[in-house]
């Protein structure tokens, strides 16, 4: 099974995909995807084109079995949270488009899943992609983010087949 995590952003959307066999995992590819400023008015329509073209292409490249997106979390800055909010519809919409199905998960849910501490930092989450996805190279943070949240994505996902293969008990 492949996994597809994405760490959406409007200037840098980063990807990653993983390969789960059983409780084996390993990386097959990851980057950002960086949207630029059209400089005419229409600067956010054109980057959310730019952001949904680039991920349909990786979808199309990469052809994973599941996405994965993480949460939006809201800041002081409404409309910066606007504009991430948006993003974060493009990552949701091209692997739904694709036929995925999609998770979602808080920052905090994808740190304790990957470091075992919901507040690691940024350094912490790198190294722990770096052990559980050994010779991986890391295209930058977005895209370390962006392989974490296929890492959480995959674990929850072997977790909930364990759970649906295991007998259940009292039911005749």
């Excluded at 390993?26 to 949904?52: C, E, K, M, P």
């Amino acid at each position: 099974m492949r996994v597809l995590g994405i760490d959406p952003g409007l200037r840098n959307m980063g990807w990653g995909v993983i390969a789960v066999d059983g409780s084996r995992m390993r990386h097959v590819a990851n980057g950002v995807i960086h949207s630029t400023a059209a400089g005419d008015g229409r600067d956010l329509a054109a980057r959310l084109s730019q952001l949904f073209r680039g991920l349909c292409a990786v979808i199309a490249e990469h052809r994973p079995d599941a996405a994965a997106v993480e949460q939006t979390f809201v800041n002081k800055d409404a409309s910066g949270t606007l504009k991430l909010g948006q993003a974060r519809g493009i990552a949701l919409l091209a692997p739904a488009e694709a036929g995925l199905e999609v998770g979602e998960y808080a920052p905090n849910a994808v740190k304790k899943t990957v470091v075992g501490v919901g507040h690691a930092g940024k350094e912490q989450v790198q190294h722990m992609v770096r052990v559980q996805l050994p010779g991986v190279v890391i295209d930058g943070a977005d895209a370390a983010d962006a392989l974490a949240i296929a890492i959480c994505h995959a674990r929850h996902l072997q977790g909930r087949t364990l759970r649906e293969a295991r007998p259940r008990q009292g039911v005749a």
